[in-house]
């Protein structure tokens, strides 16, 4: 699946531009904090509207400046994964899981893929950073995405949960089957990861 992206707009007082094109494969969107990389992710799931550019997925044009076009967020096919996780903290993590899925398929797989399979009946509240991070990426893959967005998937966690979510993400990049694109501005973890490194600069405001 082809993913063309390239917006650009202002958030507050900083210009925020991002080009770039991926195939399968982890395209990570490198830069030193505040110069907008959450933010092309929001723009990406249509959750910030850019001011310029397009966001293409395969056949599908979500986002044409241009030509009008703006997919809203749940039309996109585009599944995101916060930094902060925000899972419901009503329901409980079978729930989550569920959440943006339209039945129960792949659940058994995800949940094995992922190691969560124990955590099913837990509340969200009762889970570590690094389970509540894995569950949010599984609700991400069981709504069906044909691109995969992930906001510093590994922040703040302690070496070991990083590890794991590292793995977690590597399976799913050596899997093929979809763009992921990636936030971080850890350089050894880019290194590890990357399929494509995307260098954001400051722009000329
Ligand atoms: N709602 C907002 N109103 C005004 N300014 C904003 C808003 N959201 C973000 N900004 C500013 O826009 C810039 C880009 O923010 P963004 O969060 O996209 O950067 P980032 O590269 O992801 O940063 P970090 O690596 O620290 O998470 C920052 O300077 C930020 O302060």
Redesign the pocket.
């Known amino acids: 699946m082809r993913f063309d992206v390239d917006v650009a707009g202002r958030?507050?007082?900083?210009e925020?531009a991002c080009a770039f094109s991926a195939d399968a494969g982890l395209t990570v969107?490198f830069?030193?904090?505040?110069?907008?990389?959450?933010?092309?992710?929001?723009m990406i799931a249509g959750l910030m509207r850019p001011a310029r550019g397009s966001v293409r997925l395969g056949e599908r044009t979500l986002f044409d400046a241009a030509a009008g076009i703006d997919l809203p967020p749940e039309r996109r096919g585009i599944g995101y994964v916060f930094?902060d996780a925000r899972l419901f903290p009503h329901r409980r993590v079978r729930a989550n899981l569920l959440y943006g899925a339209t039945d129960e398929t792949g659940l058994g797989e995800t949940c094995d893929f992922l190691g969560i399979a124990h955590l099913l009946d837990r509340w969200p509240k009762t889970l570590s950073g690094g389970e509540a991070r894995r569950v949010a990426i599984g609700r991400a893959l069981l709504s069906r995405p044909q691109a995969l967005l992930l906001?510093?998937p590994l922040s703040f966690l302690d070496a070991a949960r990083r590890s794991e979510i590292e793995r977690v993400i590597l399976g799913l990049r050596d899997r093929g089957e979809l763009p992921i694109v990636m936030?971080t501005?850890d350089a050894g973890e880019a290194e590890r990861l990357a399929t494509q490194m995307v260098h954001?600069g400051a722009e000329q405001g």
């Open positions: 958030v507050g007082e900083t925020v969107l830069g030193a904090s505040g110069v907008g990389k959450t933010s092309v992710l929001n930094q906001d510093e936030v501005h954001m």
